[in-house]
């Protein structure tokens, strides 16, 4: 078991005399506490790790501090497809479709990133009004192959020249070190210079680092860029909006004959919030409760 050594994180970094623009985020407490709660294997973890990751550099550029950001992928690979969100206080939660996307594999293939994700992801990044609100905007694309890196370099290449490198490190079966970098290429930038730091995003010198120790004075050095300086970061941490109340209201929705029926078994229903996997025992007593504050027309409801 290893403690917690970072606090989540993301912040943006530049190098003014070159002209590129560096988002940083570090997920590691969340992601390690999320794959707990989801009993996520150790591949599922590491792409659940990647995924959130990519929210967290995301989150550096979208969303406004009123709004949940959305970060859906629909992949043809065993993983299935993950749900993630970010609020505006910067708290993290969601999950993937498959805890345990390996045992789907032909026997004798390696969970790989690629053949866990499969050849394509379609992806889907929305902004909600805090609080259950309207939907501000939504990006939808498509993407082969469907790794959370190709997704995140494809949903920023859209806008400015980006190279992302995901990490995630394990220990003893659990998430240890997830963090993401990008490179942007700034109006202004010249070739050699964005060039030379692509590089070491494609030969894996960045990927290594981020496993390693990510500090300023460290980047700086690994990316030869003297100037590099950060902006204010911003905290990262879980956070889920599930509640009793709000468990009880969505089974104040279900049919009331379906209600009535659960409550006369006299058994208590486990309710798993999907997001952060917290289970709420919703008991007989619940169940009366919730059935004598049915609306009228809820109570007529036969079917
Ligand atoms: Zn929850």
Known sequence: ???????????????????LRFLYADVSETA??????????????????KALAGLGLLGVDVGEDDEVLCFDADLQGPLGGFHLERDGNGHLRGHVFET???TL???????????????????KITRVQQGGGAIRSQMSFAVEP???????????????????????TEWDGEPDRVRALALQRLPGAEDKDFDRVAALFADGTVADQLAF?????????VLDLW???????????FGCSCSAKRVFASFAKRPAAELRALAASGRTVPF?????????????????????HLTPTKKEDKK
Not at 146 to 168: C, E, G, M
């Open 1 to 19: 078991m290893v403690l917690a050594r970072t606090n989540d994180a993301c912040l943006e970094a530049f190098s003014p005399s070159k002209r």
């Open 32 to 49: 390690r506490r999320l794959a707990a709660a989801h009993k996520l294997s150790a591949p599922a973890a590491r792409l659940f790790g």
């Open 100 to 102: 345990r996307p390996e």
């Open 105 to 123: 594999l032909p026997s004798g293939e390696e969970p790989t990133d690629a053949a866990l994700c499969g050849r394509a992801a379609r992806v």
């Open 146 to 168: 469907a790794t959370p890196d190709v997704v995140l370099t494809a949903f920023f290449n859209n806008a400015i020249p980006t190279r992302v490198v995901l990490s995630a």
């Open 213 to 221: 120790d990510a500090t300023l004075a460290t980047m700086r050095d």
């Open 227 to 237: 100037d590099l300086k950060t902006g204010p970061t911003r905290a990262l941490a």
């Open 272 to 292: 798993r919030c999907h997001l952060c996997g917290r289970e709420y025992p919703v008991g007989p007593s619940a169940l009366a409760s919730i059935l004598r």
